[in-house]
């Protein structure tokens, strides 16, 4: 893995449907500046920026990033971009993790966002392949058939995306950044809302948010200095697989197995389900906790909805899962991604105020994008690797 690497600084906006008092770049200075306060830096301090961005069509504005330099304080240094639709904001914390680790630089500032309300993501996502018309509407017309394939392979009850929503929206009401905080949340209300893409429903699924997030990545001797606690990178892995190819199993990815797998090795884990205290795992639409329970390892094939059920991940359960309120509470999506890095990061620092897990040392972040083909990881631990 290298030099050590840490997370000393951690920036959010407020998300919500229209942030029209911000332009894009108003919005992502915003939450930098958060980063910075947190880390105890200055602009002038930050070595590179890493800013991560889901597809240009979901804005309609053509590489963004040029015109951010500016407002990030990246005149003069090095700006990469990274893009991995959906996934996005975990690549670019691994790719901003991957400098400190290298030697090439002692902190970097992170930088995703979205800016879904000046656009129209789901018909961005609505495909037209030539000479034959679209059969899918949005990311949630995607991945639907492969809920329904999971709920016929497992035989998992109807109800378990309900137990999913209402979760994490309850946790939500605890984060003051997260966009849906609808008091009095409750199965009935999920049940009662419109089926959007059977079997989900309008509770069962993301918002779309207007939103940054941001992070300073450090090396060992400047996290050392930083005045508020580091969460210590202990792993990182990034995997891809084609979207489509015989045999594949869009159910339950092997590319996210492979991820897992790796992220694992490195932080020492051998059973995440005991060894981890905690996980922001990227759950668009609530039939994804279950599957993706399975998919990283935290239970048998077939098991995943039982786990659920059972209160496993909910905030007083043992392995609490999105204790944030996760994507289904706020979706910005070129920042969703960076958004479950940095919630991992700071439940591990004992910074996550009213949805703190208590006493958690370790945690996962996760993202996933594209047709359920890009994956990224990291492990984060309050103690130094």
Known sequence: MGNACAVIGVGQ????????????????????LRALEDAGLTWKDIDAVVIGKAPDLFEGVMMPEAYLADALGARGKPMIRV????????????VAASLVQAGVHDRVLVVAWEKQSESNATWAL??????????????????????????????????IGTLV?????????????????????????????????????????????????AMVLASEDAARRAPNPPAWVHGTAMRSEPIFF??????????????????????????PRRELDCAEVYVPFSWYEPMWLEN????????????????????????????????????????SGLIRFA???LQVRGLAGEHQVEGARKALGHA??????????????????
């Open 343 to 345: 919630e991992a990061a």
């Open 126 to 159: 609505s495909t037209h392949p030539p000479l034959s018309p679209t059969i899918v509407v949005g990311a949630g017309g995607y991945f639907a058939p492969h809920i329904r394939a999971y709920m016929r392979r497992t035989g998992a009850p109807d109800h």
């Open 165 to 213: 929503a209402v979760k994490d929206r309850q946790n939500a009401l605890k984060n003051p950044y997260a966009h849906l905080r609808i008091p009095g949340i409750s199965r009935e209300m999920v049940e009662s809302t419109p089926m959007l893409w059977e079997p989900i429903r309008y509770l069962e699924t993301c918002p779309s948010s207007d939103g940054a997030a």
């Open 296 to 335: 990283l390892g935290f239970c048998g094939d077939g098991e995943g909805w039982k786990l659920t059920e059972s209160g496993a991940t909910a905030l007083d359960g043992d392995i609490p899962w999105n204790a944030s309120g996760g994507v289904l509470s706020s979706n910005p999506i070129g920042a």
């Open 246 to 271: 015989a045999g594949r199993d869009t159910v339950s990815p092997q590319a996210g197995k492979d991820c897992a797998a790796d992220v694992y090795r490195q932080a020492g884990i051998t059973d």
């Open 368 to 385: 996933y994008g594209g047709g359920a083909q890009f994956y990224a990881m990291w492990v984060v631990g309050s103690d130094r690797p």
């Open 13 to 32: 906006t407020k998300y919500r449907t229209k942030r029209t008092d911000v332009s894009i770049a108003g919005l992502v200075r915003e939450a930098a």
């Open 83 to 94: 893009h991995t639709a959906g996934s996005v904001g975990g690549s670019t914390a691994l």
